[in-house]
């Protein structure tokens, strides 16, 4: 890790601390509004600085994150944890989003078979409405 002041673009901030698996992925995220810097919209190209503020979101969750060091690498997971800090309320919100999505599946059973060739037929009949 290097705690130099100086900054490093957003996208592969993102990318080294582990909340996108590629720089496409982080970049197109930035770019299409998921991610705020210190609350306003940025580029991909945005240089990151120690003590910036991000809200990252990825599906239904909703990271708030301080930076805390700067790298330019992608490291193991441990490492890549000690680059920010998540607010408690920002975990306190996951953790209830999480338990809401695990409620809201939980009435759901999957089927015990793979439907056999007739069920198929009913299958493409429904939704080709014939």
């Not at 002041?5 to 957003?10: E, H, N, Q, Y």
């Not at 003590?51 to 490291?75: C, E, H």
């Not at 809201?104 to 299958?123: L, Q, Y």
Request: net charge positive.
């Amino acid at each position: 890790m290097n705690d130099s002041t100086d900054g490093i673009r957003l996208d592969k901030w993102l990318w080294a601390a582990r909340f996108f698996k590629t720089r496409s992925l982080a970049s197109q995220a930035v770019t299409g509004g998921k991610v705020h810097l210190n609350g306003a919209r940025i580029k991909p190209s945005r240089i990151v600085k120690v003590n910036d503020k991000l809200d990252i979101s990825k599906g239904p969750y909703t990271f708030k994150v301080q930076v805390l060091a700067i790298s330019a690498y992608r490291r193991p997971a441990a490492e890549a944890r000690l680059l920010y800090d998540e607010s408690e309320e920002s975990i306190r919100d996951r953790e209830q989003q999480r338990e809401l999505n695990r409620l809201m599946n939980a009435g759901h059973s999957a089927p015990v078979t793979r439907p056999g060739k007739r069920d198929r037929r009913k299958i493409k009949a429904f939704i080709r409405k014939d």
